[in-house]
């Protein structure tokens, strides 16, 4: 994860998240990764719900994880978010999943931005744009310069 | 449960539904007694989705299971549903879930009729009278007499 | 729920329990009540898991749930779990969860006492007596009196 | 997905798999993956639960979906599975979503073969040189030069 912006969340690994190997099923980190967008955005003063109540859904285009090490139950574990990319149609977080120092998964996602009364993608710096600013500002790093090569790596993928 | 009609679906036991204990997570039953209601709807030709399109929701109020044997992944694991009463307000349903001869779980759910547009009761015999019809036809033993008593026995609870 | 110990536990909803009606899944209360069982253990400096590294396991035999508000995406709520009775075979619980004062939900498990090793019933007063003696000062009102009436309450199941 | 062997499974979506977004959780895709390779391995009369009954695990060290179009209740799906690759210590596979002709989404996963007993990796070709030969003819387009490439590509990610 790049110095900058990032956002922490503790949990508790629960019974229902293992599985039959004794340990947390991978599907599960998804929402993990979802827990932590969600810190992010509490953290701006402007929560995930708030955005949908206003009309903006984002909903998830791209999913990555890689497991490091396995998470039992009743481990605490942090779980990391980091904002890395944005441009008009999408948004792109990192996560780290963490037991102690120990490092157990990393992950990603690519977001779109859909206009929730319509259900087609909405252009936020035109629309959104307070939540443009906003963002800009969470990038690591620094800012104009990356958010310039967002699209590129965007429309890349 | 009682002699009449019934309704059955065969389902395989996911990895994920399994926890360390190495058997299904308790929890997971409720979701099969769903699937057992969405099979108990679709056989009436009258998909659940299809009442919630036509604006009315069931929003369960009281869920209940017993845990008689354990299941394992990769069971075939048999649903069975059966509709045990209804009011203009409520209905209830009974579910069996077996793996081959051996019944795993008993359980049951009550669910509301609520409108979807007002989000509040609705009396579905006034604004769902072919729906009331139907269902009268599909409780176990016979009818009107049922019927009757559903009400007190919903009260009662 | 009786005066006497209890145990409570804050979570926030997350977006992964909710479903199309907008609310919480039903069957994810169950969920909830687990983080209480385990907070109710842990609240003991006697952790769910470090019980099933020392050879006992609680599976669940009995779940019930009543339904009196919808829990939303971001709520926090609060589970409230307390011990309501037990015997040389069985512990049962009680749940609670709460939106501020809003009670959302009333539950009940019964969970069995069970030897890892041989996978069969276990009698804890004679295996386990130094758990039997805690959980004999954790139940709610009084002692003795209660406990004399829990294989009797278990009994008429 | 490239011509070859490969293996399709139906299953409805589930109301419990939907999200308050009126859609199936990003986080389910890697459920029916699961399903997937379950109904991958049961094709060859090789259950996975049979691997794990003679020692071999294979949990998920990398999990990716992209998501094209929603999932929504009812929806008959088709997962079909195709392994892509595999070394000594690896195996990959690819995964397509579709509901009729209509492709939802698309994903990939590799696991790691370990040994349950001594919970490390394990070597296939070695200790199960029988499930090795099995899987050679399983892969896409052929045989040797493919599985030799299969080590550099796992090795670069």
Redesign the interface.
């Known amino acids: 994860m790049e110095p900058g912006y990032s956002v922490s969340e503790d949990i508790?690994v629960?019974?229902?998240e293992?599985?039959?190997?004794?340990?947390v099923?991978?599907?599960?980190y998804?929402?993990w990764f979802?827990?932590g967008r969600?810190a992010f955005f509490r953290s701006l003063g402007q929560?995930?719900?708030l955005l949908?109540e206003n009309g903006l859904?984002l909903?998830?285009?791209?999913?990555?994880?890689?497991?490091l090490a396995?998470a039992?139950?009743?481990d605490q574990v942090t779980i990391t978010t980091q904002l890395t990319n944005f441009t008009c149609s999408r948004i792109c977080f990192s996560y780290m999943i963490q037991r102690g120092e120990t490092l157990i998964a990393t992950g990603s996602?690519v977001q779109g931005f859909v206009s929730k009364s319509k259900g087609r993608p909405i252009n936020i710096k035109k629309h959104h744009p307070e939540l443009w600013e906003r963002l800009q500002k969470l990038l690591p790093g620094k800012h104009n310069g990356v958010v310039a090569n967002a699209g590129k790596d965007l429309g890349s993928r």
């Open positions: 508790y629960r019974y229902a293992t599985d039959q190997m004794g340990v099923y991978y599907g599960n998804f929402t979802e827990v969600n929560s995930y719900g949908e859904l909903p998830v285009v791209e999913a990555n994880c890689r497991y396995p039992k139950y009743e996602t």
